[in-house]
């Protein structure tokens, strides 16, 4: 992406001003262990095992809706059958999870964008996705422009979470790294055990970023964290979208096939709203899809860590409406993995 594009984000630069909460002080969750803090980077100490040392199970979460869009529950493992690069494999797991969500919400914060509705869309899209915790729901708030900030860890307490994203003043750089952003936060969710997801409210676009597109994609195609991408700024590029360099709209373009391939790549689903009334809509759909997934594993007929990335599909065969044959379902995973040991 060119880096030098008039565009302008949303994030304040946010100090910590109090430590962020010990999640092991308080009760534990029922039936889930609590996710662990999100520690500043020079709070982690070296060496710490990680997921990404060896793959042996292959983690699969899915998602399965008939064609008018509900979910489909009550599937058992029978239904469902996986493939990897097109070689059916054994499901040694399976387990349909109807639970709590544990999340993060990755919003840009910064000058990037000068329009005053671009602020206002991330501000108000923020605040729709923590209206939405349940009981037993955790989430924390990561906001971004130049390098991303904690803004809460991992709480269950709504008031603690918008309390956080009243921090979002006034945009203090006209940067937005969102590879960087991503990248660490799918770094800090390497140890947080369970199903995790990341809801990432941005316009697609990077300026400064260490890390390029090809890190970024890389990163997401060997996590198990699900990215759900839902851009903002729809509405004014629409409006204005003929008046903007051709340059600009290339770069907004590729912003939004960014987004797309995050969510291709992790099993999530891209959202590209035109108004701010679609956000609550939006919100309500990527809880229930978090709150209602089939979570299948299984070890690869291939042992070989030869770095090449591996294609996933699901099949699921099954009469949801009973009337004898099986229906044709949409079924939601991610694209694959990287069958690296690094």
Avoid at 94 to 108: G, K, N, Q, W
Avoid at 306 to 327: L, Q, S, T, Y
Wanted: net charge negative; hydrophobic share 40%.
């Amino acid at each position: 992406m060119t880096k030098n594009v008039p565009v302008f984000l949303i994030l304040a630069v946010v100090t910590l001003a109090t430590p962020l909460p010990l999640l092991a002080q308080q009760p534990p969750r029922p039936q889930e262990q609590q996710p662990r803090p999100i520690e500043e980077a020079e709070d982690r100490p070296e060496g710490r095992a990680t997921l990404r040392v060896e793959i042996e199970q292959i983690r699969v979460d899915v998602t399965v809706q008939d064609k008018k869009g509900n979910l489909i529950q009550g599937l058992n493992k029978g239904h469902f059958k996986v493939y990897e690069n097109k070689v059916e494999q054994e499901i040694t797991n399976f387990s349909p999870i109807e639970a709590p969500m544990t999340a993060v919400l990755v919003a840009e914060y910064s000058r990037l964008l000068p329009w005053t509705g671009f602020l206002e869309e991330v501000y108000y899209a923020s605040h729709y996705f923590v209206r939405g915790m349940r009981e037993g729901d955790f989430i924390a708030i990561i906001a971004y422009d130049i390098r991303p900030e904690i803004l809460t860890d991992f709480t269950s307490n709504p008031a603690e979470a918008l309390d956080a994203l009243r921090r979002l003043n006034f945009p203090a750089f006209s940067e937005s790294n969102m590879y960087d952003a991503v990248i660490d936060t799918l770094d800090r969710l390497e140890e947080v055990e369970g199903k995790t997801a990341v809801v990432l409210v941005s316009s697609g676009l990077d300026t400064f970023s260490k890390h390029n597109l090809d890190d970024l994609l890389r990163t997401a195609k060997k996590t198990n964290v699900v990215i759900y991408p839902v851009a903002v700024g729809g509405n004014v590029l629409a409006r204005y979208e003929h008046r903007l360099p051709a340059s600009t709209r290339m770069d907004f373009y590729q912003a939004e096939a960014t987004l797309k391939a995050l969510a291709r790549f992790t099993g999530g689903e891209a959202f590209f709203p035109r108004f701010l009334g679609a956000f609550p809509g939006i919100f309500e759909t990527i809880s229930a899809l978090l709150r209602n997934q089939y979570s299948l594993s299984y070890v690869s007929s291939n042992p070989s860590k030869d770095g090449k990335f591996r294609k996933i599909k699901v099949e699921v065969n099954a009469d949801v409406n009973g009337d004898g044959k099986p229906d044709k379902l949409k079924v939601n995973h991610k694209e694959g993995y990287l069958a690296d040991d690094k």
